[in-house]
């Protein structure tokens, strides 16, 4: 009989083998891509806040007065 105890090998070397076999496929040129898009959207997205966060002022300023 086998005894199945903490032996973790078997699920990391599978995970491994995946990780490795993504990265093999995926060239430098879109992890580059990637980033530069995550670049830009972060960018979008603050700038964005921003603009609402000053309407939202805005408005609250208007219902002082």
């Given amino acids: 009989m086998m005894n199945h105890g903490n032996d973790h090998t078997t699920i990391w070397g599978t995970l491994s083998g995946t990780a490795l076999g993504i990265a093999a496929t995926i060239s430098s040129f879109d ?4 980033i530069i898009l995550g670049a830009i959207g972060a960018t979008v997205s603050f700038g ?4 609402w966060n ?12």
Avoid at 31 to 34: D, E, G, R, S
Avoid at 48 to 51: E, F, I, K, N
């Fill in 31 to 34: 992890i580059v891509k990637t």
């Fill in 54 to 65: 000053k309407v939202a002022n805005f408005f609250k300023q208007q219902s002082k007065n």
């Fill in 48 to 51: 964005v806040s921003l603009l």
